[in-house]
């Protein structure tokens, strides 16, 4: 059995776009976060690199897409994109001040005041 990455008949790929207004420090942050994350793992490869990944992962949450529609447009699979969604929300989580941290510094600088 051989596979081919042809369309059959009048099927053709769609890719749906979309605007995704980013900051470069945003991107740049998350990128530089999973590239960290990847080498402590010491992860060998990634089907994209970590920047398009950020950049898949903010238009999955930004913009509420599809995981099927990043995922075809990008030669990956949904579950893919959702492993990354997923893995990216924790490494961001885990950066996060804790709520009872960020409360004792607002209560130490409204003293202070």
């Known amino acids: 059995m ?3 990455k042809e369309h059959t008949e009048d099927t053709e790929s769609r890719v749906y776009q979309c605007r995704l207004p980013l900051s470069t420090h945003t991107l740049n942050y998350l990128t530089d976060l999973l590239r960290r994350h ?3 793992t010491r992860s060998k ?3 994209l690199p970590p920047g398009r990944i950020a950049v898949i ?3 999955v949450l930004r913009h509420d897409q599809r995981l099927a529609d990043m995922a075809g447009g990008n030669d990956i699979s949904a ?3 959702r492993r990354w969604r997923d893995e990216l929300i924790a490494l961001l989580a885990a950066k996060a001040p804790r709520l009872d941290r960020a409360l004792k510094k607002i209560t ?3 003293w202070s005041s």
């Open 38 to 40: 990847l080498k402590a």
């Open 79 to 81: 579950t893919t994109v």
């Open 2 to 4: 051989t596979k081919t």
């Open 57 to 59: 992962v903010l238009a």
């Open 45 to 47: 490869w990634r089907a």
């Open 108 to 110: 130490k600088r409204s």
